[in-house]
């Protein structure tokens, strides 16, 4: 409109102009051409600046803040992401789930359990909405170029996760490979992606990675074949359970209600959980799984539940719970240790909520924490989680647990919350576009560390082409 109002202006000058150069002295006419002639150049330069920039959304690039190199974000059709968000009805996490740049909505209900003034940082996020927020920090990434040629990794903004979440069940194997085979063709005819085999891409998936490893063609057979597909051979991918066997993958946290919008958010909430009054010994938030045959949860919470002076429980049964709920976060606050058994994988967000209250995480499978978020959280557990053995709490029926955890002398239980506190940043995901000073997020790790080793991938294959070529 701007630039169509000042189109017409011009016409109406150079009109309005024939018009004077009509009832004037012609010596006069020599001024008048001279005058249309600086008046065009101007409106020339007008008109050209009010053309859309090609660098309108470009990040400033500071050499010194991107060592590890930029990241340039493929703009896919809106079929692989925004669409997806537009469908959100259809989708089984919901249209809340993908709001507010994928945090949810905003969290309400806990002023008593956490600072007033933290509240605006408290959404209810759902724990598979990942993809969407490293999407949304990716734009604003400082580190991001809108320049392919300057790009040390691409970043492949589909997402996955949303869009199998919708034919998990009773659709077929077509059906649910369908986008990702559409994805692929896409990208085969990118030259950026087929100049190096895809090795220096990478892609985010929110849900666990077995949603994405379907080996046949049967539609009984759970999840896509995406991670299998020939063009995924050499793409980088992170998700929030790995495939311990894959050098190609790295499991990062799953997202949390909390979201700092600056680094006094995290000091302030890391002051507040170092100081907050626990009141039992452990807790444990779940449900019983009555379809499951020898359900570990039941065993769980039938314990607890018979241990009320030591153990706290929220029964999700009854419907309490929701991601972040308050109720939860205020039973974790309450207790030194809380229950981590599975979730649908080896894994659970609930541990990351734990942890979030700065409870300490008792675990029952090895994989729940050994090879998993290793970019973000000590290799060695033990210094802040326990592992008790899921064989061993079956045969005692649960009473082990209380016998290992009143072991904890309480200075050895105040250093392991120590190490969760000091640990809280590097599990977190804070809200786009905000400055947390110093320190580096979720989000900011994986970053750096997936651009560390896309190079690795990408000077492999120099050497791989290099050998080829000489022999």
Not at 18 to 25: A, D, L, T
Not at 403 to 421: A, N, P, Q, W
Request: charged content about 25%.
């Amino acid at each position: 409109m701007v630039l169509q109002r000042k189109l017409t202006k011009a016409i109406e000058l150079k009109y309005n102009m024939r018009s004077v150069k009509s009832q004037i002295p012609v010596n006069h006419c020599l001024w008048l051409i001279i005058t249309i002639f600086l008046q065009i150049i101007i409106l020339f330069f007008l008109l050209r600046s009010s053309q859309p920039s090609n660098t309108q959304h470009a990040v400033a690039l500071n050499p010194s803040d991107c060592q590890s190199g930029y990241v340039y974000v493929y703009d896919l059709p809106p079929a692989f992401n925004k669409e997806l968000i537009d469908q959100c009805h259809e989708s089984d996490r919901g249209c809340g789930a993908v709001s507010n740049g994928g945090f949810g909505t905003k969290a309400t209900g806990l002023e008593h359990v956490v600072p007033r003034n933290l509240t605006p940082a408290w959404y209810w996020t759902d724990m598979y909405s990942a993809e969407v927020i490293f999407h949304n920090r990716m734009l604003s990434h400082k580190c991001r170029t809108l320049d392919p040629e300057k790009a040390k990794g691409f970043y492949i903004p589909f997402y996955a996760g949303l869009d199998i979440g919708k034919f998990l069940f009773n659709y077929s194997a077509k059906d649910r490979d369908r986008k990702s085979e559409m994805l692929l063709d896409w990208l085969k005819e990118q030259p950026t992606f087929t100049r190096n085999k895809g090795v220096d891409h990478f892609i985010m998936l929110s849900r666990l990675t077995w949603d994405f490893r379907r080996l046949t063609d049967n539609d009984a057979d759970w999840g896509s074949k995406l991670l299998h597909m020939p063009l995924m051979r050499h793409v980088f991918r992170l998700s929030v359970e790995k495939h311990q066997n894959d050098n190609l993958e790295e499991s990062v946290p799953y997202p949390t209600a909390f979201h700092p919008r600056s680094e006094s958010d995290i000091i302030q909430w890391q002051n507040y959980i170092r100081s907050y009054k626990r009141t039992k010994l452990f807790s444990f938030v779940g449900a019983k799984r009555e379809k499951i045959k020898n359900d570990f949860r039941g065993v769980l919470m039938d314990y607890c539940k018979s241990e009320e002076d030591y153990c706290g429980a929220v029964d999700c049964a009854t419907g309490i719970c929701s991601d972040g709920a308050t109720a939860i976060m205020e039973t974790f606050l309450g207790s030194d240790f809380c229950l981590q058994p599975r979730g649908d994988g080896l894994t659970r967000r609930s541990m990351f909520d734990c942890m979030l209250a700065g409870s300490i995480p008792v675990y029952f499978w090895k994989g729940t924490f050994k090879g998993q978020y290793e970019w973000h959280l000590p290799w060695m557990p033990e210094s802040y989680t326990v592992f008790i053995d899921n064989r061993d709490v079956r045969a005692t029926n649960g009473s082990l647990i209380l016998k290992v955890l009143e072991s904890f002398h309480k200075d050895k239980v105040k250093e392991m919350r120590e190490t969760l506190i000091n640990l809280l940043p590097k599990f977190v995901y804070a809200r786009s576009g905000e400055d947390l000073g110093s320190v580096k997020d979720a989000f900011d790790i994986s970053i750096d560390r997936v651009l560390k080793r896309l190079e690795i991938g990408r000077n492999q294959l120099l050497t791989q082409n290099q050998a080829y070529f000489e022999s």
